[in-house]
């Protein structure tokens, strides 16, 4: 129930050309205090009810807790989320033994694209693809519970 994840800015589309799957998630926060947030999430037709507790220091890994959940039931809870709901495709690329989660935002996050590979231990090597740049994790503006709250069309690039 650790999660251990590295979180990257995309460089280009490149990774579309790679991809074995896409899907659709629409997602929003339930509570998105420091100490734990609680995501509800609709991933193609099924739902998922999320618990992640704080980051570590080095923003590396986090309590997670998920349990899958009717559509009907994620429906009705994205209806009590607080404001910003978050739309994405999502991409999954295999990059050697590893795969990567490539999140395309739209709407007032449109222009913003993370990249995210879990690992195993935090000193795990991993190949980078050439599309993948600059490292951001433990950089809570990139989290999506951040997102939610300040889009990235608001930020000054």
């Not at 559509?71 to 910003?84: I, S």
Request: some cysteine; hydrophobic content about 35%; aromatic content about 10%.
């Amino acid at each position: 129930m650790i999660e251990i994840e590295r979180k990257f800015l995309v460089t280009s589309h490149a990774f579309k050309n790679q991809a074995y799957s896409k899907m659709h998630i629409v997602q929003g926060f339930l509570n998105t205090d420091k100490a734990r947030t609680v995501r509800v999430r609709l991933k193609g037709d099924k739902g998922v009810l999320t618990v992640k507790g704080p980051s570590t220091t080095d923003g590396l890994s986090r309590f997670e807790w998920e349990k899958d959940i009717d559509k009907t039931d994620a429906e009705a809870l994205l209806k009590l989320c607080e404001k910003g709901v978050i739309d994405k495709m999502r991409y999954e690329i295999k990059v050697a033994q590893h795969i990567f989660e490539v999140d395309e935002f739209f709407g007032d996050n449109e222009g913003l694209i993370i990249a995210e590979v879990e690992l195993s231990s935090k000193d795990e090597h991993f190949e980078k693809p050439d599309w993948l740049g600059e490292e951001v994790t433990g950089d809570i503006k990139y989290y999506n519970s951040q997102i939610s709250k300040k889009p990235y069309n608001t930020w000054k690039l």
